[in-house]
C-alpha cells in the first residue's frame, strides 16, 4: 500500500492518546474532521480520495459514476481488510472485490441507468496505515438528466451535498478540473455558502496535464487569480487508460512529481503542489484540529483527576479482608446516617438538597400544618347536616313529650358525636407521616449500597422500630380522643355558654367566627381558570390574590391589570375530576345555594400542577372561611321526608340554633387542642424516638444482628469499582503526561488570512465571470490576443507568445499597445488588490 506518510507520523501521537483513554474506559472524543470532495462530473474526484487513501477501490469510467454518496471510514487496526454496514460480518481483503461492491450495491438502489439516490454507501476500511478518519464520496454536480435521472437532478444533487458538507467538521475539498471555467465552478460556490469565511475550503485543481498547450493554471495555483483563504493545489490523477492499464499508485506519484518539476509554468511551486503536498495540508489540518482539542481534554482529565484523588487516598491502603477496617467503614457509615437523618428532618442543611419537591422535615410540616388540619376541617363543619342531627336529638331525648327546656343530652351527644369523628383524620395524619419517615430512612441509607446487607439489615432494624412507635402512637392519640369523649369541660374558659348561645345572633354562625382575620391577604400564586370558553381563550393560568374576603385574579405578579374579584360570602369548594389526558389536579368554587358565581358559571374551575399545590390552596381557602361540601346533601335528596329542619316549630328552631352554638363552641376548643396535640404526639412518639434510636442504639442492634463480617461483605460490584477507580486514576495520570508531551511534539500552524473571495458571488454571471484556467493567459481582444492564437512555438520552449502579464523572465509585452498591465500586475476589473 503506498500509504499516506504525514497521516502515518500522525498515527502514534493519535495512538498514544487512544492507549491511555482506553486505560479509563473513556471514549476518546477527538472527533477528527471529516473530509467531504466535492465537485462537477468527472472532475477527478473520486482518484483524489484513492490517492489520500492509497488503495485503488473506487468504481471509474465516464459520466456520472459516484451514484450514491459514499462514506469511508478509516479505522487503524493491526490488520488490514474492509467492511460494508450492508454485509455485516464479512471481510473484504482483496480491494478489487471492494469496487465490484460498490457497484453492485449502487445499481442495487438506482438501478443500472444512471439513477441517484442518497442513501449513502457505509465502507469501513481497516489498516494499520490509516488514522481514524471519516472520507465522504460525493456524486458529482450535473445540470442535465441523463438515463432514469429526475428533472431536478441539479437540486437533488446539491441538497444531498449541502447535507454533508455544512457540518462544521467536515473540511472541503473543492475539485475543479484545469481544462474548465474555474470562475463557474459550482464546487467553489456551494463552499462558499456553507464556509464564507474560507477556513474549511481548500481549492483543488485537478487535469493540469490536460489544459490546452500554451496554456496554464499559475496565477490560479499562486492564489492570485480568484483567490481562496487556503489557496489552491494541484494534482495530477492517473488518466483512465492509466486505471484500465492497473498503473500503481506509486507509479503516478512518482509520474505527477516529474510532471510538476519538468513543467517550466509549475517548478517553482512544485513543493507546494501534488497529491503529497494535498496529504500534508490535510495532515496539519488534523494536527491543528488535535491541538484545539487537547485544552479541552486537559481540562476534563484535571477535573476528574480531583474527583478521583480524594476517593483513591482512602483505598491507597486498602485491603478488603481487613476486619479493622471493615469495622471503621461500619462506624463511619452508621455516624453519616445518623447526621444525613437529623439534618433531613430538622432542615439544618447539606450538600444533598431536594430542589425539585419537598422532602423530610419540610414535607412533615406540610402534613402538620396544612394536610392535616385541611382534613380536620372537612369532616367538621356542614350546617345543614348538623342542624338536623340536632333536631333529631332533641326530638328523639323529648320522646312523646312536648319539650319546653332545651336538653343538656342533646348537646352532650352531638358532640360526642364530632370528637369521635376527629380520630379518622388524626390517625391518617400518623400514617402519611409514618410514610414520610421511611422515605427518608431509604434515602439517608443509600450511601451504604457498597455493602448491601448492611443496608438491608440497617433499613430492617430502624423500620421494625418505626412500625412499633407507630402503633403505640395511634394508641395515644386514640386515648387522646377517648378523653375528649370521657368529659364535656363546659365550665372551659373558650366556651361560650347556655346564656350567650341563646342571645347570639344567626348570622354571626354561618361559617364560625373566621371573620376576625380582616382583609389581610393569605395567599398569593398562579392557578389555571378552565372554564373560560374557547372564545375566551380557553383555560390559562392567571395571578391570583386570596384574602379573608374575597379571591382576585391578575393578568400576572405585577398586579396591576386585575380581572375579576370573587367574594368569598356563601361559597365552598369541591374536588373536579381530572380532565382526559389532563395532567393538573383540579377542584371548584361554587355557591351551595345553586347561584352563579362567576358571569354565566355555576362554578369557577381552578387547578395547580401538583397535588401539594392543591392542598395548600385548599388549607389556604379553610383559612378565609371556605370549606370544603359534604356528601350529606346527596343523603337529604334520597329521605327528602326527613328533613325537618324546613318544617319544625318555632319553639325547636331556637332550641336547635341554641345546640348549635353550644356544639360549634365546645367543637372550636376541641379542635383547637387537637390540632395542636396530634403533631406534638407524633414528633415526640415517633420522630424524636426515631432520632435518639437511630444515634444511641442501632449500633447495638447491628452488632446483636449477627456475623458483622457478612454484614459488610462488599457488594461484587463495589469491589470492580474500587479496582476501576485506582485504575482510572493511574490512567488519568498518564493521559496528561501524554497530552502534555503531544502539545510539545506537534506544531500547529495559524490560519490564513481572509481574502477577498467576492469573485464567487459572481459564479454563474458570464458578464463579470474571470477567465478560466484554460484561458487565463489570453488577453482582451487586441492585436496581441491575435498573436496568442497563432500555432504554439517549438517545443523546445515549450512557452506560448509572451503576452501574459505576471511572469517573471519572460519577454516583456511592447510598451506601445494599449489596455497592457504592467509586468506582475492583474487584470483590474477582476482582482482589486494583490496578496
Given at each position: 500500500?503506498?500509504?499516506n506518510?504525514?497521516?502515518?507520523?500522525?498515527?502514534p501521537?493519535v495512538?498514544?492518546?487512544?492507549?491511555?483513554?482506553?486505560?479509563?474506559?473513556?471514549h476518546?472524543?477527538?472527533?477528527?474532521?471529516q473530509?467531504?470532495?466535492?465537485?462537477?462530473?468527472s472532475?477527478?474526484?473520486?482518484?483524489?480520495?484513492?490517492?489520500?487513501?492509497?488503495?485503488?477501490?473506487?468504481?471509474?469510467?465516464?459520466?456520472?459514476?459516484t451514484?450514491?454518496p459514499?462514506?469511508?471510514?478509516?479505522?487503524n487496526?493491526?490488520?488490514?481488510?474492509?467492511?460494508?454496514?450492508?454485509?455485516?460480518?464479512?471481510?473484504?481483503?482483496?480491494?478489487?472485490?471492494?469496487?465490484?461492491?460498490?457497484?453492485?450495491?449502487?445499481?442495487?438502489?438506482?438501478?443500472?441507468?444512471k439513477?441517484?439516490s442518497?442513501?449513502?454507501?457505509?465502507?469501513r476500511?481497516?489498516?494499520?496505515?490509516v488514522?481514524?478518519?471519516?472520507?465522504?464520496?460525493?456524486?458529482?454536480?450535473?445540470k442535465?438528466?441523463?438515463?432514469?435521472?429526475?428533472?431536478?437532478i441539479e437540486?437533488?444533487?446539491?441538497?444531498?451535498?449541502?447535507q454533508f458538507?455544512?457540518?462544521?467538521?467536515?473540511?472541503?475539498?473543492a475539485?475543479?478540473?484545469?481544462?474548465?471555467?474555474?470562475?463557474n465552478?459550482?464546487?467553489l460556490?456551494?463552499?462558499?455558502?456553507?464556509d464564507p469565511?474560507?477556513?474549511?475550503?481548500?481549492?483543488?485543481i485537478?487535469?493540469?496535464?490536460?489544459?490546452?498547450?500554451?496554456?496554464?493554471?499559475?496565477?490560479?495555483?499562486?492564489?492570485?487569480?480568484?483567490?481562496?483563504?487556503?489557496?489552491?493545489?494541484?494534482?495530477?490523477n492517473r488518466?483512465?487508460?492509466?486505471?484500465?492499464g492497473?498503473?500503481?499508485?506509486?507509479?503516478?506519484?512518482?509520474a505527477?512529481?516529474?510532471?510538476?518539476?519538468?513543467?517550466?509554468?509549475?517548478?517553482?511551486?512544485?513543493?507546494?503542489l501534488?497529491t503529497?503536498?494535498?496529504q500534508?495540508v490535510?495532515?496539519q489540518?488534523?494536527?491543528?484540529?488535535?491541538?484545539?482539542?487537547?485544552?479541552?481534554?486537559?481540562?476534563?482529565?484535571?477535573k476528574?483527576l480531583?474527583?478521583?484523588?480524594k476517593d483513591?487516598d482512602?483505598?491507597?491502603?486498602?485491603?478488603p479482608?481487613?476486619?479493622?477496617?471493615?469495622?471503621?467503614?461500619?462506624?463511619?457509615?452508621v455516624?453519616?446516617?445518623?447526621?444525613?437523618?437529623?439534618?433531613?428532618?430538622?432542615?439544618?442543611?447539606?450538600?444533598q438538597?431536594?430542589?425539585?419537591?419537598l422532602s423530610?422535615?419540610?414535607?412533615?410540616n406540610?402534613l402538620?400544618?396544612?394536610?392535616?388540619?385541611?382534613?380536620?376541617v372537612?369532616?367538621?363543619f356542614d350546617?345543614?347536616?348538623?342542624?338536623?342531627?340536632?333536631?333529631?336529638?332533641?326530638?328523639?331525648?323529648?320522646?312523646?313529650?312536648?319539650?319546653?327546656?332545651?336538653?343538656d343530652?342533646?348537646?352532650?351527644?352531638?358532640?360526642?358525636?364530632?370528637?369521635?369523628?376527629?380520630?379518622?383524620?388524626?390517625?391518617?395524619?400518623?400514617?402519611?407521616?409514618?410514610?414520610?419517615?421511611?422515605?427518608?430512612?431509604?434515602?439517608?441509607?443509600e450511601?451504604?449500597?457498597?455493602?448491601?446487607?448492611?443496608?438491608e439489615?440497617?433499613?430492617r432494624?430502624i423500620?421494625?422500630?418505626?412500625?412499633?412507635?407507630?402503633?403505640?402512637?395511634?394508641?395515644?392519640?386514640?386515648?387522646?380522643?377517648?378523653?375528649?369523649?370521657?368529659?364535656?369541660?363546659t365550665?372551659?374558659?373558650?366556651?361560650?355558654?347556655?346564656?350567650?348561645?341563646?342571645?347570639?345572633?344567626?348570622?354571626?354562625?354561618?361559617?364560625?367566627?373566621?371573620?376576625?382575620l380582616?382583609?389581610?391577604?393569605?395567599?398569593?400564586?398562579?392557578?389555571?381558570i378552565?372554564?373560560?370558553?374557547?372564545?375566551?381563550?380557553?383555560?390559562?393560568d392567571?395571578?391570583?390574590v386570596?384574602?379573608?374576603e374575597?379571591?382576585?385574579?391578575?393578568?400576572?405578579?405585577?398586579?396591576?391589570?386585575k380581572?375579576?374579584?370573587?367574594?368569598?360570602?356563601?361559597?365552598?369548594l369541591?374536588?373536579?375530576?381530572?380532565?382526559?389526558?389532563?395532567?393538573?389536579?383540579?377542584?371548584?368554587?361554587?355557591?351551595?345555594e345553586g347561584?352563579?358565581?362567576?358571569?354565566?358559571f355555576?362554578?369557577?374551575?381552578?387547578?395547580?400542577?401538583t397535588?401539594?399545590?392543591v392542598?395548600s390552596?385548599?388549607?389556604?381557602?379553610?383559612?378565609?372561611?371556605?370549606?370544603?361540601?359534604?356528601?350529606?346533601?346527596?343523603?337529604?335528596?334520597?329521605n327528602p321526608?326527613?328533613?325537618?329542619?324546613?318544617s319544625?316549630d318555632?319553639q325547636?328552631?331556637?332550641?336547635?340554633?341554641?345546640?348549635?352554638?353550644?356544639?360549634?363552641?365546645y367543637?372550636?376548643?376541641v379542635?383547637?387542642t387537637?390540632?395542636d396535640?396530634?403533631p406534638?404526639?407524633?414528633?415526640?412518639?415517633?420522630?424524636?424516638?426515631?432520632?435518639d434510636?437511630?444515634?444511641?442504639?442501632?449500633l447495638?442492634?447491628?452488632y446483636?444482628?449477627?456475623?458483622?463480617?457478612?454484614l459488610?461483605?462488599?457488594?461484587?460490584?463495589e469491589?470492580?469499582?474500587?479496582?476501576?477507580?485506582?485504575?482510572?486514576?493511574?490512567?488519568?495520570?498518564?493521559?496528561?503526561?501524554?497530552?502534555?508531551?503531544?502539545?510539545?511534539a506537534t506544531?500547529?500552524t495559524?490560519?490564513?488570512?481572509?481574502?477577498?473571495?467576492?469573485?464567487?458571488?459572481?459564479?454563474?454571471?458570464?458578464?463579470?465571470?474571470?477567465?478560466?484556467?484554460?484561458?487565463?493567459?489570453?488577453?482582451?481582444?487586441?492585436?496581441s490576443s491575435?498573436?496568442?492564437?497563432?500555432?504554439?512555438?517549438?517545443?523546445?520552449?515549450?512557452?506560448?507568445v509572451?503576452i501574459?502579464?505576471?511572469?517573471?523572465?519572460?519577454?516583456?509585452?511592447?510598451?506601445m499597445?494599449?489596455?497592457?498591465?504592467?509586468?506582475g500586475?492583474?487584470?483590474?476589473?477582476?482582482?482589486p488588490?494583490r496578496?
Amino acid at each position: 500500500m503506498a500509504g499516506n506518510p504525514g497521516l502515518e507520523q500522525l498515527i502514534p501521537v493519535v495512538n498514544k492518546l487512544q492507549d491511555a483513554f482506553t486505560q479509563l474506559g473513556v471514549h476518546l472524543t477527538l472527533d477528527l474532521p471529516q473530509i467531504a470532495v466535492i465537485g462537477g462530473q468527472s472532475a477527478g474526484k473520486s482518484s483524489v480520495l484513492e490517492n489520500f487513501v492509497g488503495r485503488d477501490f473506487l468504481p471509474r469510467g465516464s459520466g456520472i459514476v459516484t451514484r450514491r454518496p459514499l462514506i469511508l471510514q478509516l479505522i487503524n487496526s493491526n490488520t488490514e481488510y474492509a467492511e460494508f454496514l450492508h454485509c455485516k460480518g464479512k471481510k473484504y481483503v482483496d480491494f478489487d472485490e471492494v469496487r465490484r461492491e460498490i457497484e453492485a450495491e449502487t445499481d442495487r438502489v438506482t438501478g443500472s441507468n444512471k439513477g441517484i439516490s442518497n442513501i449513502p454507501i457505509n465502507l469501513r476500511v481497516y489498516s494499520p496505515n490509516v488514522l481514524n478518519l471519516t472520507l465522504i464520496d460525493l456524486p458529482g454536480l450535473t445540470k442535465v438528466p441523463i438515463g432514469d435521472q429526475p428533472i431536478d437532478i441539479e437540486q437533488q444533487i446539491r441538497s444531498m451535498l449541502l447535507q454533508f458538507i455544512k457540518r462544521e467538521s467536515c473540511l472541503i475539498l473543492a475539485v475543479t478540473p484545469a481544462n474548465t471555467d474555474l470562475a463557474n465552478s459550482d464546487a467553489l460556490k456551494l463552499s462558499k455558502e456553507v464556509d464564507p469565511q474560507g477556513i474549511r475550503t481548500i481549492g483543488v485543481i485537478t487535469k493540469l496535464d490536460l489544459m490546452d498547450e500554451g496554456t496554464d493554471a499559475r496565477d490560479i495555483l499562486e492564489n492570485k487569480l480568484l483567490p481562496l483563504r487556503r489557496g489552491y493545489i494541484g494534482v495530477v490523477n492517473r488518466s483512465q487508460k492509466d486505471i484500465d492499464g492497473r498503473k500503481d499508485i506509486n507509479a503516478a506519484l512518482a509520474a505527477e512529481r516529474k510532471f510538476f518539476l519538468s513543467h517550466p509554468s509549475y517548478r517553482h511551486l512544485a513543493d507546494r503542489l501534488g497529491t503529497p503536498y494535498l496529504q500534508r495540508v490535510l495532515n496539519q489540518q488534523l494536527t491543528n484540529h488535535i491541538r484545539e482539542t487537547l485544552p479541552g481534554l486537559r481540562d476534563k482529565l484535571q477535573k476528574q483527576l480531583l474527583t478521583l484523588e480524594k476517593d483513591v487516598d482512602q483505598f491507597k491502603n486498602f485491603r478488603p479482608d481487613d476486619p479493622a477496617i471493615k469495622t471503621k467503614a461500619m462506624l463511619q457509615m452508621v455516624q453519616q446516617l445518623t447526621t444525613d437523618f437529623e439534618r433531613t428532618i430538622e432542615g439544618s442543611g447539606s450538600a444533598q438538597i431536594n430542589t425539585n419537591e419537598l422532602s423530610g422535615g419540610a414535607k412533615i410540616n406540610r402534613l402538620f400544618h396544612e394536610r392535616f388540619p385541611f382534613e380536620i376541617v372537612k369532616m367538621e363543619f356542614d350546617e345543614k347536616e348538623l342542624r338536623r342531627e340536632i333536631a333529631f336529638a332533641i326530638r328523639n331525648i323529648h320522646g312523646i313529650r312536648v319539650g319546653l327546656f332545651t336538653p343538656d343530652m342533646a348537646f352532650e351527644a352531638i358532640v360526642k358525636k364530632q370528637i369521635s369523628r376527629l380520630k379518622e383524620p388524626s390517625l391518617k395524619c400518623v400514617d402519611l407521616v409514618v410514610t414520610e419517615l421511611s422515605n427518608v430512612v431509604r434515602n439517608c441509607a443509600e450511601k451504604m449500597m457498597a455493602y448491601p446487607r448492611l443496608k438491608e439489615e440497617v433499613e430492617r432494624i430502624i423500620t421494625t422500630q418505626v412500625r412499633q412507635r407507630e402503633q403505640r402512637c395511634k394508641d395515644q392519640i386514640c386515648l387522646l380522643i377517648d378523653c375528649e369523649l370521657a368529659y364535656m369541660n363546659t365550665n372551659h374558659e373558650d366556651f361560650i355558654g347556655f346564656a350567650n348561645a341563646q342571645s347570639q345572633s344567626e348570622s354571626s354562625v354561618k361559617t364560625g367566627t373566621h371573620g376576625a382575620l380582616g382583609n389581610q391577604v393569605i395567599r398569593k400564586g398562579y392557578m389555571c381558570i378552565h372554564n373560560l370558553g374557547i372564545m375566551k381563550g380557553g383555560s390559562r393560568d392567571y395571578w391570583f390574590v386570596l384574602t379573608a374576603e374575597s379571591i382576585s385574579w391578575y393578568k400576572d405578579e405585577d398586579e396591576r391589570e386585575k380581572k375579576f374579584m370573587l367574594p368569598l360570602d356563601g361559597l365552598k369548594l369541591r374536588d373536579v375530576e381530572q380532565g382526559f389526558m389532563s395532567r393538573r389536579h383540579m377542584f371548584a368554587l361554587f355557591n351551595p345555594e345553586g347561584r352563579n358565581v362567576y358571569k354565566d358559571f355555576k362554578q369557577l374551575e381552578l387547578s395547580c400542577e401538583t397535588v401539594d399545590e392543591v392542598d395548600s390552596w385548599k388549607a389556604s381557602f379553610l383559612r378565609a372561611g371556605v370549606y370544603p361540601e359534604k356528601q350529606v346533601e346527596q343523603e337529604n335528596q334520597d329521605n327528602p321526608g326527613e328533613n325537618i329542619t324546613s318544617s319544625m316549630d318555632p319553639q325547636l328552631e331556637r332550641q336547635v340554633e341554641t345546640i348549635r352554638n353550644l356544639v360549634d363552641s365546645y367543637m372550636k376548643i376541641v379542635t383547637k387542642t387537637t390540632k395542636d396535640l396530634v403533631p406534638k404526639t407524633i414528633m415526640y412518639m415517633i420522630i424524636n424516638n426515631c432520632k435518639d434510636f437511630i444515634n444511641g442504639e442501632l449500633l447495638a442492634h447491628i452488632y446483636a444482628s449477627g456475623d458483622q463480617s457478612q454484614l459488610m461483605e462488599e457488594a461484587p460490584h463495589e469491589a470492580q469499582k474500587r479496582e476501576e477507580m485506582i485504575k482510572m486514576y493511574h490512567a488519568c495520570k498518564e493521559a496528561l503526561r501524554i497530552i502534555g508531551d503531544i502539545s510539545m511534539a506537534t506544531v500547529s500552524t495559524p490560519v490564513p488570512p481572509p481574502v477577498k473571495n467576492d469573485w464567487l458571488g459572481s459564479v454563474g454571471n458570464p458578464r463579470l465571470s474571470p477567465p478560466s484556467p484554460g484561458g487565463v493567459r489570453k488577453a482582451p481582444p487586441t492585436m496581441s490576443s491575435v498573436a496568442s492564437r497563432a500555432p504554439p512555438p517549438p517545443p523546445s520552449t515549450n512557452r506560448p507568445v509572451p503576452i501574459i502579464p505576471s511572469r517573471p523572465g519572460a519577454g516583456a509585452p511592447p510598451p506601445m499597445l494599449p489596455n497592457r498591465p504592467g509586468p506582475g500586475a492583474l487584470p483590474p476589473p477582476l482582482i482589486p488588490t494583490r496578496r
